[in-house]
């Protein structure tokens, strides 16, 4: 099955200066890579995604890139505040077996005032 | 909509007891899924349903853990008989397959406590 890794699991920056999480997966069938936001005490919620046919995605602040030929992804956050402080999922997926989604391990972001 | 819903919040108990977890998923959304959240392995697939229909439980750690979808509205995983690693937050989200989003909707988790 599908396996996604995530680095780094903790992230500590200065307000305004830009963050980086990136992700590989293993499953080459995968088409389909979210991101979630995981704020304290909630479940998380979706912040942007990309399929396979794209190689960026931008909204506002935050972008994502995507290399199929490496099987790796990657979440950009740029002028971070810090309510963009929580903990962040990479997730991957196929449209063809199993529908669910696969988490990676989490990157707890800091943003320091 | 009032988003995915569970309950209970919070629930503590004490080892070898049973333990229902409930769910109710945005109406007109099509799969709901169980995930499992712990420090040690994140956020695992427990089950997912399609339909009302259980599609792949793979991810249901042992024949303790079972998971129902009577109808569209409601869901539940329950845990009999309960151990302290079961401890964890569950998740339960939904999703529809029509449209062009993907987006899962997350509940807020029930934080299980096994004594």
């Known amino acids: 099955g599908e396996n996604v890794e995530q680095h780094p699991s903790t992230l500590s920056v200065q307000e305004g200066d830009s963050a980086v999480i990136k992700c590989t997966y293993s499953?080459?069938?995968?088409?389909?890579f979210p991101w979630y936001k995981q704020e304290l005490g909630k479940g998380p919620q979706l912040i942007i995604d990309i399929r396979s046919n794209v190689g960026e995605k931008k909204d506002q602040r935050i972008a994502v890139t995507l290399n199929k030929t490496a099987k790796h992804f990657s979440l950009h956050i740029t002028e971070t505040q810090p309510e963009d402080s929580a903990v962040y999922f990479c997730?991957?997926?196929?449209?063809?077996?199993?529908?669910?989604?696969?988490f990676g391990s989490g990157t707890r972001l800091q943003v320091q005032p | 909509d009032a988003g995915v819903i569970q309950s209970p919040r919070h629930e503590v108990t004490e080892m070898g007891q049973e333990v229902t977890l409930r769910c109710k998923p945005i109406s007109g959304h099509d799969y709901l899924f169980w995930y499992r959240q712990t420090m040690m392995r994140g956020l695992e697939l427990l089950i997912y349903?399609?339909?009302?229909?259980?599609?792949?439980d793979s991810g249901m750690p042992e024949d303790r853990f079972s998971a129902k979808m009577p109808n569209a509205s409601f869901s539940t995983l329950k845990i009999q008989p309960s151990e302290p690693r079961d401890s964890a937050v569950y998740f339960c989200?939904?999703?529809?397959?029509?449209?062009?989003?993907?987006?899962?909707?997350f509940g807020s988790g029930t934080q299980l406590s096994v004594l």
């Open positions: 349903f399609n339909n009302n229909v259980p599609i792949d």
């Open positions: 997730a991957a997926r196929s449209d063809t077996g199993r529908r669910a989604l696969t």
């Open positions: 989200a939904s999703s529809t397959s029509r449209g062009l989003s993907e987006k899962l909707f």
């Open positions: 499953d080459s069938a995968s088409n389909y």
